[in-house]
């Protein structure tokens, strides 16, 4: 069984940096990509950052690159985002979801196998 933990969300200014972290419960973590997603009110869930296993491949959605940066250190089970210069549009909840396959970028959230249960960011002007 695979389970995920958000933390680090919070309300924050315009321009401001929130680092987000995703633990990961079991002895698998070195074999899954990782990918953060979110979703607002009213819209769609969405993949805003994946990362292979071996976080040597990333993938971002347009509307976060250069901003967002993912990460993930295996001997911690643990995955990041720091996303910096945060814009009112960044608001939402944001999930780390997790899965076995390659195609981690591919599928959008459709391709993710577990999910943890949110975070939410709020970012005010």
């Known amino acids: 069984q695979v389970q995920l933990v958000e933390s680090g969300g919070g309300l924050v200014l315009t321009g401001g940096s929130l680092r987000l972290s995703c633990a990961v419960s079991?002895?698998?973590?070195?074999?899954?990509?990782v990918g953060w997603h979110r979703q607002a009110p009213g819209k769609e869930r969405e993949l805003v950052a994946g990362?292979?296993?071996?976080?040597?491949?990333?993938h971002y959605a347009d509307s976060v690159k250069g901003r967002f940066t993912i990460s993930r250190d295996n001997a911690q089970n643990t995955a990041y985002l720091q996303m910096s210069n945060l814009k009112p549009e960044d608001t939402a909840v944001y999930y780390c979801?997790?899965?076995?396959?390659?195609?981690?970028?591919?599928?959008?959230?459709?391709?993710?196998?577990?999910w943890g249960q949110g975070t939410q960011v709020t970012v005010s002007s």
């Open positions: 990362i292979s296993w071996s976080g040597r491949n990333t």
């Open positions: 079991g002895s698998h973590f070195n074999s899954l990509a």
């Open positions: 979801a997790a899965t076995w396959s390659n195609y981690y970028a591919d599928y959008g959230a459709a391709g993710y196998d577990y």
